[in-house]
């Protein structure tokens, strides 16, 4: 089976991506108003979701509802305190040297529409950039915004929400508008048009990481075939593009697991000849989600995934949704790179050093070099100045 990244984008979504993000830069609100008309069919009067409506849309949530993504929202806010860096100094030779954390001033959430709406996106974009002290967060969703998104958000405290679907919504996140305010930071999936909208805007504004159609890759050799089988199916109906992939050494189980998965012609399954092949093919793929079954010992070896689910009973949709482990995660290789989001993409580590007269001495010696191989006359003076004190 050959192994090979996503085509994220083509030449007439550039084009047409392109063509969106010039629009909103030159018309603002304007532009985004067209857009919701010719690609949504809705007359916008305003941008801006009323903080009465996204109040309204919470209450009217069912109990069960409304527990639910409370206590999805904990186990994420559990998660992303964990991973919260720390700032650290030390002293060293006459100099301190150290790093002081900040978040990132303003974040911006796109929340695409579809079939069902993805009240999850909202949690596992928003907790972490709150937890990590974000002032501003606001997010962006399509004109026929779904209630149980809006609800997700009063739910988070979040009362900036915007009518704003598409490449639409990523540009003007990245210029700001008459109503929509410009960001440091873009997160959250979408269609081809949304990732490379992001792609085409990075370095104006950051983004989180692009992503392609959901991958799985389940690894056993004991295990039981129709909890195998839900695991790929699982993934697999995200889209016809989805990658779901079994791996195991067993050719009885392999069969076992083909029958069980045999109306979705997008699940393949491989056969390799030992674990050291199951581990090379692992971190060849870099799967967004690794399941290992019963291949707990495979652990240490495992050098490249977004998110790995051990034993039987970590079924990814727990990851997916509550268990606390963010569900934005790399595709198409990406996981050879980079983690999933967390706390840390909203915190920036600022590098401070303080230098005191005996150290500025010593480190002379070794920068005036330096700055002489370089040819940096300046540079050297600088450091000669405090040397000669």
Known sequence: MKIEGIAFTNSQVERTASGIIKKVECEGDKALCYFAKKFDRVELKALKVPGKKLKSAFEKLPKEEKKALKAAGKNIEFFARKQM?????AKKNGFTAGEILRPIETVGVYVPAGKFPLVSSVLMNCIPAKIAGVKRIIVCTPPKADKKIL?????????????????QAIAAMAFGTESIPKVCKIVGPGNAFVMEAKRQLYGKVDIDMPAGPSEVLVYSNKGKADWIAAELLAQAEHDESAKSVFLTISAKLA?????????????????????????????????????????????????????IFVGKYSAVAFGDYCSGSNHVLPTGGFAKARGGLSVRDFVKAIAVQEVAESGAKKLAEIGETIAEMEGLKEHKKSMELRRKV
């Open 85 to 89: 860096p720390g700032a650290w100094k």
């Open 151 to 167: 609800a997700a958000c009063w739910l988070l405290g979040i009362k900036e929400v915007f009518l704003a679907g598409g490449a």
């Open 255 to 307: 069969k076992k697991v083909r029958t069980e998965t045999a109306r979705k012609p997008n699940i393949k399954v491989k056969i390799v000849n030992s674990e050291k092949q199951a581990v090379d093919f692992i971190n060849a793929m870099a799967p967004e989600h690794l399941v290992l079954f019963d291949g707990a010992g495979l652990l240490p070896r495992i050098r490249n995934a977004g998110s």
